[in-house]
């Protein structure tokens, strides 16, 4: 949620801030959390930007992926849940028995 990392030209489009939120204070308390070796400062730092996030409402706590699959014996195919991509990251490869 830095605001450096907002997708733009000058950054050839790369950043993965791709919400592009940006509020004031903390791109400094994130700088500050990415860069402290100290458990306590980390932990105290991560309740800050937490809290600032709420605050400025930069995201809802929804599931990104469904952790439940559920399929019928006439799926044919390889039926997994891949946890970055999802469970239809191999669509295109299954099948339907008749």
Do not use: Y
């Not at 458990?39 to 930007?49: F, H, P, R």
């Not at 409402?57 to 006439?74: C, E, F, G, Q, R």
Request: proline residues 6%; charged residues 20%; negative net charge.
């Amino acid at each position: 949620f830095c605001s450096k990392n907002i997708p733009t030209a000058e950054n050839e489009f790369s950043g993965q801030n791709w919400t592009r939120t940006e509020i004031e204070g903390l791109d400094a308390v994130l700088e500050e959390l990415d860069t402290t070796l100290d458990e306590a400062t980390q932990s105290d730092l991560g309740k800050q930007a937490d809290q600032l996030q709420a605050e400025g409402m930069a995201s809802l706590p929804l599931d990104p992926l469904p952790n439940i699959l559920i399929w019928s014996d006439t799926v044919l195919g390889d039926v997994s849940d891949n946890p970055v991509l999802g469970p239809f990251h191999n669509l295109n490869l299954l099948g339907v028995s008749s």
